[in-house]
C-alpha cells in the first residue's frame, strides 16, 4: 500500500501518516437526494465521495479475480460480503490521498457497520441522514424512471422496505451515540444544501 503522507505515526490502523481520517456516512432512502448533495459537499468542503455500489460495480468491470467473485455472488443472489466492500472502500481512501470522505449508501446493515469499525479502525465522525417522506421518494424516482411500466412502483417499494428494515437500525444505532445530523431533504436542492453546508462549516478550515 503506496503511503501518500509521512508515517510518522500509524493513527488508523492500516492508515499511514499522522492524519486524521474523517469519515462520514451518508444514508437516506432511494430519492432522497443524497447523490446530489455529496456532488455538492465535495465541490465545496473538499471531500472525497466513495460510494460502495460504485466501486463493487468497477471492481465486476475490471474483470479481476475478486471481480468475478463479486460478479458471481450477485448472479446467485448472495450478499458480497461485507469484507469485500470494506476493503474496496479502504483501497480507494488509501490511494486517493485524501483524509476526508463520505462514503455513501454504506454501511447498508448492523453488520456492515460493525464490519467497518473492526477492519478499519474508524468510527465514523458522524452520519449525514436524508429523512424524507417515502410518497416524495416515490414521487420522484417515478419522475425520473419516465416510461417504465407500473411494476416500476413494486421494484421501488421493495427498495424503500429494504432500506427500513436494514438500514434505518445503522441510523438509530449512531442516533444513540448522538451522531446523526438528520437533514430535511423534502425541500428543495439549494435549501438542502443550505442546512448540509451549516453541518459542514468546522471541515471548511480543516488543516490539508
Known amino acids: 500500500m503506496g503511503t501518500m503522507v509521512d508515517s510518522s505515526k500509524d493513527v488508523n490502523g492500516s492508515f499511514p501518516g499522522d492524519k486524521k481520517i474523517i469519515v462520514v456516512f451518508v444514508l437516506g432512502g432511494p430519492g432522497s437526494g443524497k447523490g446530489t448533495q455529496c456532488t455538492k459537499i465535495v465541490e465545496n468542503f473538499g471531500f472525497t465521495h466513495l460510494s460502495a455500489g460504485d466501486l463493487l460495480r468497477a471492481e465486476i468491470k475490471s474483470g479481476s479475480e475478486n471481480g468475478t467473485m463479486i460478479s458471481n455472488m450477485i448472479k446467485e443472489g448472495k450478499i458480497v460480503p461485507s469484507e469485500v466492500t470494506i ?96 437533514v430535511d431533504a423534502l425541500k428543495p436542492i439549494d435549501e438542502v444544501f443550505e442546512s448540509v453546508k451549516a453541518i459542514f462549516a468546522p471541515f471548511h478550515t480543516k488543516v490539508e
Open 87 to 182: 476493503n474496496l472502500l479502504q483501497k480507494a481512501m488509501l490511494e486517493s490521498g485524501n483524509d476526508k470522505f463520505l462514503i455513501d449508501g454504506f454501511p447498508r446493515n448492523e453488520e456492515n457497520r460493525a464490519a467497518f469499525e473492526n477492519v478499519t479502525k474508524i468510527e465514523p465522525e458522524f452520519v449525514l441522514f436524508f429523512d424524507c417522506p417515502e410518497e416524495e421518494m416515490e414521487r420522484r424516482l417515478l419522475s425520473r424512471n419516465q416510461g417504465r411500466d407500473d411494476d416500476n412502483i413494486e421494484t421501488i417499494r421493495k427498495r424503500f422496505r429494504v432500506f427500513v428494515e436494514s438500514s434505518l437500525p445503522v441510523v438509530e444505532y449512531y442516533d444513540m451515540k448522538s451522531k446523526v445530523q438528520k
